[in-house]
């Protein structure tokens, strides 16, 4: 079992910048594909970021290419994101999940493959 705690939301003017932080607990933290998801008020969840346990594969959304950046320390079992240029549309709840599954092309991107999931963290965009 993997529990996350995101951490790391905030307010920001647009073209700021914040680091989200999910803390996993679990021995096997470093065996998980990492992703983070969004969800905006009146629309569904969203793939963000994604990044695999083994040979560090990152996969993106496109709206976030080129802004975002997702990393992970597996000695700190923590996974990171980085997000630059910040626009008010960036503004949403944003979670953290786990897969254990083996990933296929466009795994990364269903939140069904992700069997674990943090409780979110509160990210406003101001113009």
């Known amino acids: 079992q993997v529990q996350l705690v995101e951490s790391g939301g905030g307010l920001v003017q647009a073209g700021g910048s914040l680091r989200l932080s999910c803390a996993a607990s679990g021995r096997i933290f470093s065996s998980y594909h990492m992703g983070w998801f969004r969800q905006a008020p009146g629309k569904e969840r969203e793939f963000v970021a994604a990044?695999?346990?083994?040979?560090?594969?990152?996969y993106y959304a496109d709206s976030v290419k080129g802004r975002f950046t997702i990393s992970r320390d597996n000695a700190k079992n923590t996974v990171y994101l980085q997000m630059n240029s910040l626009k008010p549309e960036d503004t949403a709840v944003y979670y953290c999940a786990a897969s254990s599954d083996v990933w296929y092309s466009g795994s990364a991107y269903r939140p069904e493959k992700y069997a674990h999931w943090g409780q979110g963290t509160q990210v406003t965009v101001s113009s």
């Open positions: 990044i695999r346990w083994s040979l560090g594969n990152t």
